[in-house]
Each structure stands twice: as C-alpha cells, then as structure tokens.
C-alpha cells in the first residue's frame, strides 16, 4: 500500500492494477501491488516460479479474487466483475483447448458463449484460422494436433472474440526451442497489427525481452522493475533484475572512497572505480555485463586467470578464476583460438558500464 | 451359518465337489467332506441360538461328535438336499413338515426307525409322520403377535380384520410356513366351518384375506424384520408369529405378547429327518436320538418356549388352556402350495 | 515379440478359467433350462412369461425402480464426485473412507436403520412434521419410494467413483478458459464440464442401473413380498414354486436386459471417449 492517492484522469492508464493483495492459506503472497499497461502494449510479467506472476495473471482475469485493491480496464472497474463478464481473453499454458470439441468449434465457442448464432461463427471462425494458418485443420479433433497446432487455435480461440486485453500464461514453454522462436515473431506480428493490449507471463527471459515492448520482473509478490528491455538489461534496478536479465560478472566489493558520483571499491581481485551513490566503508555489489568487458587495458582493469574458455560459435565466453560467490565473465564477438585455461590475462572496461549495488551487511 | 473348513480332502472329491458347485448348484460352502466325527446339519436360522447353546455341546458329550449346522429356511435346505442328490454332505435336516413331505416326494429321505432311534418310542403317536420318514421333536405354537402398548389383547382373529387395524399389521408370505396359519383361519372365517372342513376351503380363505389388504402394511418373507416393527409400534400385530420367537423377546421385557384367540391356535411343524445316503449314517442316527431323548427335549423345549414331542418330559411352553391348537393335512398343503403362493403374491400385489 | 505378447496374454487364463467355471458354465446349463421342455427346445417359456400380466408389473416395476434409483444416486453423485476431486488431504480421507465404509455394512443392517428413518414415528416423517410441511404421518416404509432412496443409499459409490475418476483426471484450466471466453457458469457447465463427465457418467449409471434390476435383498427387506422385483421371482421360482424352467426363464430375460444394459453403455462410452 504505497500508494494510497486516487489516480488523477490524467495518470489513466488502459489496464490499471492498483493497491492488489492475496493471501494463500493465511500466507502473504502479494501485497500493495500497483501494475499498469497502457493500449496497445504488449508487456509480460517475468520472474521464477512462486514470484507471483500467475497470481497477477489470475487476479487480471478474474479467475481468482483478490483480497483488497481494484482492477481498472478501460476506465471500467472490473474488480468483482466475474471472469466471464470481463471480455479478458486468456492463452493457458497447457492451451486448455476443449478436447470434445473440433478446432473450428473451439475457435466458435466464446462466441456460441456470448450468444451468437451458430451459423454467425463460420466467417469469424474461417477468419480467425486463416490468421493462424490453421484452416486445413477445422474440422480436426484437438487430439490430433502437435504442440505447436494446439498454440495456435488456443490463440485463434482468445481472439476471435475481440478481447479488450489477452493474458498469455507461459504460452511458449511446451514448444521446442525453435519453434518457439517462430511462434514468438508469428504472435507478435500478429498482435501489433491488430492492436491487440497483451500481457505475457513468463519465467524465460529471452522470450519476454523478445516479444514485450516492458517487462515487468517480479520477485516475491513484488515488481522490482517495470521497464523497456534495454534499459532492464542495461540498468536493472536490482541484483535480482540483473541476475534474472542476462549475465553478468559479479564481484563483492567495498567502498574505499567517495568523489562526487565516483567511487573507488576494492575487491578481491583489486580495485575498481565505478559511478554510484554510497557512503565509504559499505558493503556493495558491483556488475559489468561480459559483452562489455574486453581483453586487455581499461578504465578499469582486473588480471584474471582463466578457469574456462568457451566457445559457443557466434561468440567465445571467458570465465576467470573467482572467490566463492563472484563470478568473471568476458564475452568476446567470433571464434576465439589462443586462449588457453590457466593463462593470465588482462580484463578491461569502462567505468560508466561498471554496476553497483549497495549490499545490507 | 457355520462354514466347515476342516478338511479330509481328497483331488477326487475336490474334483467332483467343483464340478458339482459349477454345475449351478447353489453356492453350498461345504465344499469339503466331513471327518468321521463330523456331522453336518441343516436346520432353520431360528434355530441357530439354541443350536449353539445346547446341541453342539451335548453331542460332543454325548457322541463325541463336532456338528457343523447351516441355518435356513426349509425350502433352501431343500433345495441343497435336491441339489446335492447324488453326493450328499448333509446327514440331518431340521425343517417344516410341509417340506418334508416335498422331500419324501423327491426321494431325499431316509426313514428313521425304532432300533437305531429308540427314543422314538416315547413320543406322541401323531409326531411321527409317514412310518418315520421324520418326527416332530420340539414344537412351539403359533397364534398372533401384538404390541401390548397399542393393544389389550387380541381376543379373535377378527381382530385383523377390524377396521382400527387400518395399515398397521403385518402377515407373513406362504413362502413361509407360519404363513398358512393366516390362510387357514381365513379359511375357517370365511367358510364359517370348523377347521377340520375349512382347511380345504381354500377359495373362502382368498376371498377372505383379499379383504385384509387395506390392513397390510407389508408381508414379510423376512420375520425378524417384521417382529422388529411390531417391537417399535409402527405395526399392533404380527400374525402367525410363534413363541420360540415371541416368548423370549417378551420375556427380555420387549412390550409385546403372544396372543391364543378363541378361534384356536396352531402347533408349529418343526421336523427332523435323515437324509438319503447322508455322510455318516451312524453318527446321524445318534444324533437324532439325541434330539427326540428326553435331556435334549427339556433343554431346547425351555430354551425355546415350545411343546416337547417326547412324552416323558414336561418342560417348555404350556399351550394356552381352553384354546384348540391345530394341525393342518400337511399333505394337502404340500400338494397346494406352489399353487397357492403364486396366487397369494398375485392377491397382495400392489 | 509374438512370443512376449502370448506369454502376457496368458496373464488372462486365471481370470478366464475362473469366469468359465464359476460362471459361464451354470450360466449356460440354467439358460439351457429355459428353452428345455420334455417335447424338446421351446420358446414356450418366454410366451408364458410374457402372456402373464403379474410378470409384466413385476418387469416394469422393476425397469422402473432401477431408472429411478440411477437417478438418484446420479443426482447425489455427481456434484459429490466434484467435492471429493477438489477435497485435499485428511478431506479427501474422510470422502473416500465415507464412501467405501458403508459397502462393508450388511444391507440387512441398512435396511433396520431406514426403517428407524422411514417409520411413522420415526426421523423423517417427526422432521417433516415438526417443519409443517405434513400433518398426518406420511406412510413411508415398504413404499417404492423408500426402496429408489434406500437402493441409491447402497449403490451411490458405485456412481460416484467413476465420476470421481473422470472429474479427477478433468483439466481445471477447462472450465476457466471457458469462463474467459465469455462462458457464463451455466454455458460452462453443459458446454464443457458435463460432456467431459459423460463418460464417468454413463459407466456410473450402468453400474447402478444393472445392480439395481438384479437387486434382491434390499427389495425384499425394504418393500416385501408385495411389491416384487424380477429377483424376487425367480428366488420364488426356484424355491417355493420349484419351477426351474420358469426361474430360469426370468434369470434369462434379465440377464438380457443386463447385458443390453452394459453393451450400449460400453458403445456410447466408446462414442464420448474417440471425440477426446
């Protein structure tokens, strides 16, 4: 509850979460959560199983209530609104396709729901197949279909009825890796020409920084940053998003002196200078992501001797010798021959790339 | 019911008993044969109580013999004794006379005679049936049931009749032998003669209890059932209930009563017999001498509330003074029967 | 692989010699008594059966009380089957010990507790008395109705189990993605939750629907001879009237109707079951 002030009209967004609690069993899962997406925007909650995310996805769609706040869809309170009231389309992880019906009676049934006439579904229905490339198979049974099928008619199915938001619940976890790269490109498209306002949950974040225009990473029943991809993995807000977002080499560090935004830290591989805002004599975590590390002199320059070299085709990973809970990584563009374990070498970067965190004692 | 679970197996008895269960027979547990102190009888459920307080324990005393006994109805134990015709396991069979007569007729029985049973010779001429093809040992009499908290006392068997009685007795089915004792008062209401004329009347004793029907509440073929409901109120009598079952509960303080109405009453036909080619033919003759003796008669004749066959004894129930008791021509009932419960079922239909 | 396949198919000998033996074969001897007069093989039986009006109320009667009591016990069952998928833990104990404990209580006992429940001066008729509704004792005891409650008291596990089962095994995201589909409880209800059901359903009521034509004890102790059911007439059959052909006329025709019974159950079941 940190924010107890009525939105002004001006602060309105298209969906606004604002003030949501839950408890599981007496358990505080999720409290004073405020989550807003404006029209159009295709943002996806992102963190690890149990951060709350599909709580948050739940409570958006009604299908489960929440103890204390509102829920605030196009200017309309949807908050006691029953799920089937709210025009909320929801992609299940497991599609939840209806396995007694065909594809195309799939794809008809939310509009059957609300009413219209059997005859009135065929031309949405064949539309709505076409979009998803899936009109050879209406009149299939569900069983009949692969992962990637049943995706699309769960998709063609939330959409058909023209939801006012979509909630995509990990809707690309069951399809193998490069398959659910197609779909990523395909879903996306497909959203941003129809203006469609989505929010994808989801614990991978590849998928999120490649499909969202925000992410939202969760932690705890808590967003810990709501922000584009770049600046998440550019300038994540916390350990936690930096960790979460990509890799990085993490050191434990102290803070030996103060001038102005600049700060000199020892670490245990030596010292190192970085912007930031804490007192002498703390304890902090510093970060720098290894695409940005370079062999040889910089700003900033540890010797390390390296533990393992990786080479992954497109780019050749560095790891340096650490202490126990700090991690070296360097990142170098090709293919990188010469370069052996147990060599010394040089890392350089640039102070402004350098991260800090302070660390409670 | 007792399971005998002794064995005395041998493959070829083993291979003849399944055969002989598969054969549709009904589902018999004595698979087994028995030991030669091994004595298996058939008698009816009502039985079981004193059969397990006196019997077992003085044939063991008293032959050395382990009884094994299955309690049911007589026409069940019939059935198994048909059914097992050729191999029987049974070697006694206690049942009502009207059945016997059904198994002399099927040629299950063997008859009992005075040298191998010599108790025999002390009983009532007219408890020995067909030159000894069974003998009544214990019978106890048979009148109506009442609930002694609804009524005073059942003075005649009109009383079913009455209209106060409206959806509140209970009669047995003809499927069960105190059922008659309903049939044949009808009979002798109906026709207006004495039992003796009136036991043939039988289209009187129809039309007669066509019009007890509004009376009904139910006709039991289960009677502990019945006499459950007379116990708590829901009905005021049970007619033909008997006092080797209604004596005792009303002596363990259940308000109920055995009524003798003026009309008269009836003995109930509780037989013994030996089976045709039973297991153990010496063994089974002592035991049913044991039955008729004197010691056992006394015993079960109290145990049971009921008239003992031999006339040496004076123990058990005391027919009610002034009342008639009567015994049909079970060979007549015997002829009838199949006939009379088909269209008995068909009367009381709903 | 031929081999493997025989060496697993003999796992079914045991059960089929039992069944053979124990079961098939009196079967067929007391079928064969049906159709065996001393003139040779006749239907005549059958005629006589059917020619019999008595017989006709005992079939209907019969073919009535088990449609009524499957009924029941369905309506009972099914929301019951609902509870127990969603009860977890020490609830989910209690449903399953509550459904299975009675099936070792003898229906002879049952049988003596309803009669405490049905009597004129017993619990419901006092119940109903004491809310107003009757003024009079209502007369329930050896009622048809009495029999449909008590019979679908006895069966009603064999009606929820199976509908537990398929409930159980039921996607949860089903009904909600319904419902974000615009489905209102009603439309997701006989749209979605109730096809998917079907199947436990109809194993359900044929389960119930054949134990209950062939129920014998519970008949006999809760409505009596009056009121008699196919079983009861052959029992009678075979042991007052000693007319075996006629017993084993009555054991055929519902054995037929048995069987009629749990073939189309299986053939719709197979129908529900190939659309998911």
Redesign the interface.
């Known amino acids: 509850m940190t924010d107890m002030t009525p939105i002004s009209p001006a602060d309105r967004h298209y969906l606004d979460v604002w003030g949501v609690a839950k408890s599981f069993k007496g358990t505080r899962v999720m409290s004073g959560m405020n989550f807003r997406v404006d029209r159009g925007e295709l943002v996806s909650l992102l963190g690890p199983s149990g951060c709350g995310k599909t709580t948050l996805l739940r409570i958006i769609a009604g299908l489960m209530e929440a103890d204390d706040g509102s829920v605030v869809l196009g200017g309309r309170d949807i908050t006691r609104q029953p799920a089937h009231r709210r025009n909320i389309s929801v992609v299940f992880q497991s599609y939840a396709l209806f396995p007694h019906l065909t594809v195309a009676e799939n794809v008809a049934f939310g509009l059957r729901a609300r009413g219209t006439a059997k005859s009135a579904t065929a031309a949405p229905v064949a539309e709505a197949l076409r979009l998803v490339r899936m009109s050879d198979f209406a009149d299939r049974p569900i069983a009949a279909l692969s992962g990637g099928q049943q995706q699309r008619v769960a998709v063609a199915r939330a959409l058909v009825v023209g939801p006012d938001l979509l909630l995509l619940d990990e809707p690309f976890s069951a399809l193998d890796r490069k398959l659910r790269e197609t779909m990523q490109v395909e879903l996306k498209s497909l959203l941003r020409d129809r203006g469609i306002t989505a929010i994808f949950v989801t614990h991978d974040q590849e998928e999120a920084m490649g499909v969202s225009d925000r992410i939202a990473v969760m932690n705890a029943g808590r967003i810990e940053q709501f922000a584009d991809p770049s600046t998440l993995y550019a300038r994540p807000a916390s350990p936690f998003v930096m960790d979460f977002v990509g890799l990085s080499t993490r050191l434990a560090a102290r803070v030996t002196a103060r001038d102005g935004d600049l700060l000199s830290l020892e670490t245990a591989l030596g010292p190192v200078r970085a912007p930031g805002d804490l007192a002498p004599g703390s304890a902090a975590l510093l970060a720098v992501r290894p695409e940005l590390v370079a062999l040889g002199q910089g700003e900033n320059t540890l010797s390390v001797t390296l533990e393992d070299v990786m080479v992954l085709g497109s780019k050749t990973m560095l790891h340096g010798r650490a202490p126990e809970g700090d991690r070296i990584l360097c990142e170098l563009p090709g293919i990188r021959t010469g370069l052996a374990r147990g060599e010394t070498v040089s890392l350089g970067w640039a102070v402004a790339d350098t991260l800090v965190y302070g660390v409670d004692p | 019911m007792t399971l005998i679970s002794r064995n005395g197996l041998t493959r070829r008895s083993l291979l003849k008993t399944?055969a002989l269960?598969?054969?549709?027979t009904l589902a018999t547990p004595a698979l087994l044969r028995a030991q030669s102190s091994e004595l298996v009888a058939g008698c009816a459920g009502s039985h079981t109580a004193w059969m397990e307080a006196l019997v077992v324990p003085h044939m063991k005393k008293t032959l050395g013999a382990d009884i094994l006994f299955e309690g049911t109805?007589s026409?069940?134990n019939l059935?198994k004794m048909a059914s097992n015709r050729d191999n029987p396991y049974l070697s006694v069979v206690q049942m009502d006379d009207p059945v016997m007569i059904?198994a002399v007729e099927e040629d299950l029985l063997a008859p009992i005679t005075a040298e191998a049973v010599p108790n025999m010779t002390d009983l009532r001429p007219d408890a020995v049936h067909m030159d000894g093809m069974w003998c009544n040992y214990v019978q106890p009499w048979a009148g109506i049931a009442y609930n002694t908290d609804l009524t005073e006392g059942v003075p005649s068997w009109q009383a079913l009749w009455s209209p106060e009685a409206q959806?509140r007795i209970i009669i047995p089915?003809?499927?069960n032998t105190e059922g008659m004792w309903t049939l044949f008062m009808a009979a002798m209401l109906g026709s207006g003669k004495p039992f003796a004329e009136a036991q043939y009347e039988i289209d009187a004793a129809f039309a007669k209890l066509e019009e007890l029907k509004p009376n009904?509440?139910?006709?039991?073929?289960?009677m502990s059932?019945a006499f459950?409901?007379l116990e708590?109120?829901?009905i005021s009598m049970l007619s033909g209930s008997f006092s080797s079952y209604a004596l005792p509960r009303k002596a363990e303080g259940v308000p109920v009563d055995l009524a003798a109405p003026q009309e008269g009453i009836f003995a109930m036909p509780s037989g013994i017999c030996l089976v045709k080619g039973g297991p153990n033919a010496e063994l089974a003759t002592g035991y049913v001498n044991e039955m008729l003796g004197a010691e056992l008669q006394a015993a079960i004749a109290d145990f049971a509330t009921s008239v003992p066959a031999n006339t040496t004894v004076t123990a058990g129930a005391v027919i009610p003074d002034g009342v008639q008791i009567y015994s049909p021509d079970w060979a007549f009932v015997s002829q009838n029967?199949?006939e009379w419960?088909?269209r008995f079922?068909?009367l009381?239909?709903? | 692989m031929t081999a493997r396949v025989d060496r697993i198919a003999l796992l079914a000998v045991p059960g089929l010699a039992y069944l053979a033996v124990v079961y098939a074969l009196p079967l067929l001897l007391l079928l064969a008594k049906s159709v065996r007069t001393p003139d040779g093989l006749s239907l005549a039986e059958y005629g006589a059966f059917f020619a019999d009006d008595y017989n006709m109320g005992v079939l209907a009667r019969t073919l009535r009380v088990a449609a009524l009591t499957t009924l029941l016990a369905l309506l009972i069952a099914y929301p019951t089957a609902f509870a127990m998928a969603r009860a977890r833990g020490p609830w989910l104990t209690v449903f399953l010990v509550a459904m299975v404990l009675p099936m070792s209580l003898g229906v002879v006992v049952k049988a003596f507790a309803w009669s405490i429940l049905f009597r004129a001066n017993g619990f419901l008729n006092t119940a109903l008395q004491g809310l107003g509704i009757i003024t009079e004792p209502m007369r329930m005891l050896f009622t048809e109705t009495a029999l449909v409650v008590g019979a679908a008291n006895v069966f009603l596990p064999f009606m929820v189990l199976p509908i537990y089962a398929v409930v159980r095994q039921m996607d949860s995201r089903l009904p909600e993605a319904a419902a974000s589909l615009g489905a209102s409880p009603w439309f997701r209800f006989f749209h979605v939750t109730l096809p998917l059901t079907l199947p436990g359903v109809v194993a359900g009521s044929a389960f119930t629907f054949s134990m209950a034509i062939s129920m014998y004890v519970i008949p006999s102790l809760i409505v009596g001879e009056r009121q008699q059911t196919l079983s009861m007439l052959i029992a009678r059959s075979f042991l007052y009237l000693r007319n075996e052909p006629l017993g084993s006329t009555i054991s055929a025709v519902l054995l037929a109707i048995a069987i009629l019974v749990v073939v189309s159950s299986s053939v719709l079941a197979r129908r529900l079951g190939a659309r998911q």
């Open positions: 399944s269960a598969a054969a549709g109805k026409s069940v059935e059904q959806g089915s003809l499927q009904l509440l139910s006709v039991y073929s289960t059932q459950n409901l708590q109120g829901e029967r199949r419960i088909d079922d068909k009381m239909a709903i």
